[in-house]
């Protein structure tokens, strides 16, 4: 099978890529291939083919090329099975980049250095390495070896090279124990971690020599005493009886001189009681003034306090009895305003008969046959028209209805919305007070802690009580400042805003647990995140990896716009948000100009942030993501920065406030109107009620009338007698109806009156309420506070009382010790010629003479110490036989104590770099996962050698990666792969199907992650070997090899 996959257009490279970096490779009669030539991209290459077409070859080729045996590669028992059937030969060459000022023998080598193996099918092969010329330099398997130890290749670590086997099994399975092994493999931590044991081995064995030598010392040192000791008596029992008669001197005259101490010790004892308490007495006096003036602020306080209760109270009383007046009102209006409407419907109807009878009459003196029935005929046209006004009158009432129902709606509507501003504006005020509260605490006590919260400011407190400043920090928006305050919200923003900046940092887990329990003392209604790591002092070294910024350009680097005085803070954002590699962009267009266009990228710039909150990555990835600003950024430091701050905000509420008020009066005030039109639309349904049984009325006559009309039946004096009739209710009807009109008026205006009064006493109340309250509030703390000075001075009291006890007790030890002192100086006097300076206490001087009287009479009686000289000289060999091997055993000790020294600063940089590389890979693999909206959890337990890794895909709680389906599965180890791969520095990684196990969603999202991730480490080189297609536009760091599909 012979395949080319040098594509039409060649990748273009970068002129000086990493030292390590695959240039190009070939294949020759190797495994199913003829010949295969690639040329690779220096940064991310895809190799694409389907199964069968070779792609394995090639992972296979690279490492038989580097040195790996036939085993290793997973693809044949020898080196001879690797060559294409029907050969007898087959070679792999690789052509590694060698350019740099860290290339290997840059001096023979070059440029480039090209490695070929070629195989025999009977197993054996042989090397050439050639230098960038074509000239071969070596042959040996040993210069192999150097080189990929030189450049960083390790071969037999899947961080390099990530075989199908491995790399489905890995994918698969995902086992704690497993993922912790490739974990410190790719990390080299279990090859330190190795070393470092055989380390301990050895000093345990030069321990166990150093405890020889000094057991053999001891002993010798023993004999010494011995020697020296019996010299020291011979020497005594010469001279025994001058040096007893000294010891006894010196024992008196110590006596007088501990005396003498004594008293001096009890003066300055009684001076320093005598001084607290003044100093005692003198802060009593600054309470009792303290407590007057309190009590003055409270009786003021008290005063206007009851005198506004006073006046609420009766407002209160007031608002009682207007109630029942008010709502008697209410029914007596209704009650007038129902008896004059009937009123008037009864008087409507009456002129309503009054006219018909009228007309009737007139019609009967007026007509005769043929009239009556010309006034039939008209009577039957206006039945029409008065059926016709009816339905028109029944349609206007359908409408009269609807309109009523939708005043109705629209008023409750704006009864809700009145509602609702009011429960708005009432939350602003609370945050109002509590805000002014806060800067008033922040002043009063110039601490700027207070800002984040009573919570926050009392933890604090307690920290600062305990001691713990230095080992608990935080919050972390408390270390923070900014040198231009205008982009303090953005950089609060990017630094992950009041979550982050409201957390705290610990030295130790320890020191977390501790923090935990704290927190629940003080009141969070949610704990704050607490990070863990390990206090270095000092800030990381990140001079190489840091923004570089261009003179002229629009970029600034957040790390140099932070301010941060404390290191360890410092190393928290490095390592938790790179601020090394942020850059701040002042306008919109600007970053789109810049961060576009991949040249114009500053260099180790991986995202930007704008003043207004807009994300920025760039080029080759560039897209834009939106970023909510607050207007509480966390970061300053200085307290009236912060006051500033908080003033801003509270006048940010109060206009939140007035706008809500405004809205509350709008909706009240079209409640109000939407009242009125409801008055108006059910008058009006009451009229048109009216009009339709006036018409069904006129109806119903005018039917009587043409059916009962007849010139023979029509008697007139009946009609004129009903007229009569009529006429003298309606005199009644009418007078009636003024009257219920002049009371129905007369209650309106009553009912009115008095609304006017509940509302003004209301609102008279409201005002009072808001004057109380503050002075309540106010007297409350003033109360607190003179409990808290009353306490204090109960204390300071007993305080003096038993210091005044002391004192007299102190005042009769004194003259006792003066009285014995003044007995021992005479006796000391008698017994010797003058005073003397004691060489020893007075109890180790009695010791001594007891001991020597002793020692004198025993040996006098046991020894025959009469050989001086003999003694002097058996205690000098012994001495230095002693000294010698003293000499030897420090130069010993030394060498055991610099090397234990040495072993374990190595573990403690071992330990240091087992959390660093475990918390890098979280935030690598949380940063990758961000793209798939995943939730991650990760716990490392360097002891059982164990990884775990729980997933949440859809928000939730995390769970074991094991439990997730196989996609997930896939993609999540996937992540992870790619987050150790960033905190390791081979010159390139290659993996095989990495897209194993995977649907097309979860695939496209494994595309994204290896974007993400290889744009982090831009002068690495990637290779991922896959059998689907890939859809990714190709430029100068994506270079995408296809390969053919199998022959039939």
Known sequence: M???????????????????????????NFMCHDHLAFEFNSHLNFIVGPNGSGKSAVLTGLQVALGAAAKETERGAKLGDLVKKGCTSGSVSVTLSNYGPFGYKKDIYGSAITIVRTLKTSGSSSFKILNSAGTVQDHTRDAIEQITAALNIPINNPMCILTQNTAKTFLSTCSPAGLYDYFAT??????????????????????????????ILEKIDEEVEEKRKKLEL????????????????????????????????????????????????????????????????????????????????????????????????????????????????????????????TDEIQRIRETDFGSIMKKKEEDERKIVELETTQKAYEQAKSVAENDFNQFDHAKKRAEDESSQCLRLIQDIEKKIRKRTDDIQRCIAENDAINLFGRDHASLVKDIRARGLQNKIKGPIGAYLNVKNQSWAPAISCALGGEANLTSYLVDSDKTAQALRKMMGKHGFRRLPTITACRFLGKVHDVQNEKIRIQEGTPFKSLMEELICDDPDMMNLLIDTFNIYSVALIESEQDAMDYMSERHLVPRNCSVGYTKKGQVFYPDPNYRVYPSRVSTQTFLQEKTEDIVQSVKREIEHLDMLKVDNLSKRRAALLDAKANEEKLAEAKARIENLTRNIRNCRMQIGNLEREVANVAPNNIDIMTYQEDLNIAEAERVELKSTEESQLRVFQKEEDNLNALKKLVEQAQEELREKLNQVRPLMEEQDKIRASMADYKEKKEVRLK?????????????????????????????????????????????????????????????????????????????????????????????????????????????RHLTRLQNHLATKVYYNLKGILAIREFNVETDIDFKSESFLLKISPKGGDCQDVASLSGGERSLSTLALILAIWEITDQPFRVMDEFDVFMDGVNRQFALDF??????????????????????????????????????P
């Open 1010 to 1047: 290896i974007l993400k991730s290889s744009s982090n480490k831009p002068d690495s080189q990637y290779i991922l070997i896959t059998p689907l297609s890939i859809d990714i536009p190709e430029d100068g760091s994506i270079g995408i090899h296809r390969m053919h599909p199998p022959r």
């Open 2 to 28: 012979s395949q080319l996959s040098i594509k039409k257009k060649k990748p273009q490279s970068p002129p000086d890529p990493k030292p390590g970096i695959i240039l190009s490779m070939r294949l020759q």
């Open 186 to 215: 790719a990390s080299l931590l279990s090859d330190t971690k190795e070393h470092l044991e055989r380390t301990y081995k050895d000093l345990k064995e030069m321990k166990s020599a150093v405890k020889a030598k000094s057991e």
């Open 799 to 907: 305080v003096i009382r038993t210091l005044q006890n002391g004192e007299k007790e102190l005042v009769k030890k004194q003259k006792k010790t003066l009285s014995d002192k003044d007995n021992l100086e005479k006796e000391a006097i008698d017994s010797t010629s003058g005073r003397i300076s004691p060489s020893d206490a007075s109890r180790t001087l009695a010791v001594k003479i007891s001991a020597l009287k002793a020692t004198l009479d025993d040996e006098r009686r046991r020894h025959d110490l009469n050989n001086l000289p003999e003694l002097i000289q058996e205690k000098m060999d012994l001495t230095n036989h002693a000294n010698d091997i003293k000499s030897k055993l420090d130069e010993l000790g030394e060498d055991y104590k610099r090397c234990k020294q040495e072993f374990e600063q190595r573990w």
């Open 234 to 357: 011979a020497q005594d029992l010469a001279s025994g009886g001058e040096k007893l008669k000294k010891l006894k001197d010196e024992y008196q005259w110590a006596l007088v001189k501990e005396a003498e101490v004594a008293l001096k010790d009890i003066e300055t004892e009684i001076n320093k009681k005598k001084s607290q308490i003044i100093t005692e007495e003198e802060a009593i006096k600054g309470i009792e003034k303290k407590i007057s003036t309190l009590t003055q602020e409270d009786a003021e306080i008290t005063a206007r306090a009851e005198n506004g209760a006073k006046e609420s109270d009766e407002l209160r009383d007031k608002i009682v009895r207007l109630q029942p007046e008010l709502s008697e009102a209410k029914e007596q209006q209704r009650a007038a305003k129902s008896e004059y409407s009937k009123a008037k419907g009864n008087l409507q109807r009456k002129d309503a008969e009054i006219k018909s009878l």
